[in-house]
């Protein structure tokens, strides 16, 4: 089985940073493609930035040139460093990886638990 396991939420200032990560554990071949999502209260779920295997990324417009994922494939994690944080930027943010179980295998999607970002004076 496989699980992710999401860290670095919190309470912060506008203007302040946070950089969360989340890590996966289990048995698995590999990981493909990784990325960090958030939902807000009466909003749909939205893709905030992602980023593949060989480290090409994709952010939502909103967060482009504050926000910055990266991974470290040697510690199965990805990493979603939040700068200049706004209010809008509220939510619970969920990483997401598609996950590979042996060679050859399609992958398949795995969440984490969610956690709280809050940017709040």
């Known amino acids: 089985q496989v699980q992710l396991v999401e860290s670095g939420g919190g309470l912060v200032q506008p203007g302040g940073s946070l950089r969360l990560s989340c890590a996966a554990s289990g048995r698995f071949f590999s990981i493909n493609a990784m990325g960090w999502y958030r939902q807000a209260p009466g909003k749909e779920r939205e893709l905030v930035a992602a980023i593949t295997s060989g480290g090409n990324t994709n952010y939502v417009d909103s967060v482009k040139g504050r926000f910055t994922i990266s991974r470290d494939n040697a510690k199965n994690t990805v990493y979603l460093q939040m700068n200049s944080l706004k209010p809008e930027d509220t939510a619970v943010y969920y990483c997401?990886?598609?996950?590979?179980?042996?060679?050859?295998?399609?992958?398949?999607?795995?969440w984490g638990q969610g956690t709280q970002v809050t940017v709040s004076s």
């Open positions: 997401n990886a598609d996950i590979r179980s042996r060679m050859f295998s399609s992958g398949y999607d795995y």
